[in-house]
């Protein structure tokens, strides 16, 4: 066999090989996810409904909610126009005594139109930083967010947020679920909490989103 044909040998079978890995890998892919219905504890939850603003939000009863105000801006807002604070729905501390545990929290915004827009919605302000847009989209209630993560650390307190922007009939609707927590790093193992339950208790308040018929 002379070098061209031994060349035209090689680069057939390496074809052969790459295309029969790729079909492999094609079959051995699993399908496209179907979304998955609400789980049922989530109808014995508390109902906090914006009338005004057209949609609810759920949370377990035992969740601690603080109306307006200063609390319910603890983790920001992170909108880049006129925002009005709702409410604050918080994990209690008790469930997590003696970790690593500070707060986890969901805040509800509501932006003005004023001065802003759909485009200025799927922005993230991140303080003196400037703002960035949300690239990434989920959706919850029939109603799609721009999301985007946020954060920081003082000291040994760490505090991470994900941010879920909405234009929803003329308004930005901002929900943030926040996580503060003492820097694994500075404590023992042994008083770490859970941090993928504590993410799934907070984050599901946000999945629990559900638009109010028109008109309401």
């Not at 990434?136 to 505090?159: D, I, L, P």
């Amino acid at each position: 066999m002379n070098l061209k044909s031994m060349l035209l040998f090689v680069a057939a079978t390496v074809a052969v090989l790459l295309a029969f890995r790729y079909g492999l890998r094609s079959v051995s892919q699993d399908p496209p996810r179907k979304p998955q219905p609400d789980p049922a504890e989530w109808a014995t939850w508390k109902e906090e409904r914006f009338e005004d603003l057209g949609f609810s939000i759920r949370h377990a009863p035992d969740y601690a909610t603080a109306v307006g105000g200063p609390t319910a801006e603890k983790a920001g807002p992170f909108l880049t126009m006129k925002s009005e604070p709702r409410l604050a729905v918080m994990i209690p501390k008790t469930r997590f005594k003696g970790s690593n545990f500070i707060e986890g929290f969901v805040t509800v915004v509501a932006g003005d139109t004023t001065g802003g827009d759909e485009a200025a919605c799927n922005l993230l302000a991140r303080g003196g930083g400037g703002a960035s847009p949300m690239l990434k989209r989920e959706e919850y209630g029939r109603t799609s967010f721009a999301t985007g993560g946020v954060s920081g650390q003082t000291g040994t307190t760490m505090t991470e947020s994900l941010v879920y922007h909405a234009w929803y009939r003329g308004r930005c609707i901002e929900l943030t679920a926040t996580l503060i927590s003492t820097n694994p790093r500075s404590v023992p193992k042994a008083k770490q909490f859970d941090r993928v339950l504590v993410w799934k208790l907070i984050t599901d308040m946000v999945r629990t989103f559900k638009q109010l018929p028109a008109g309401r």
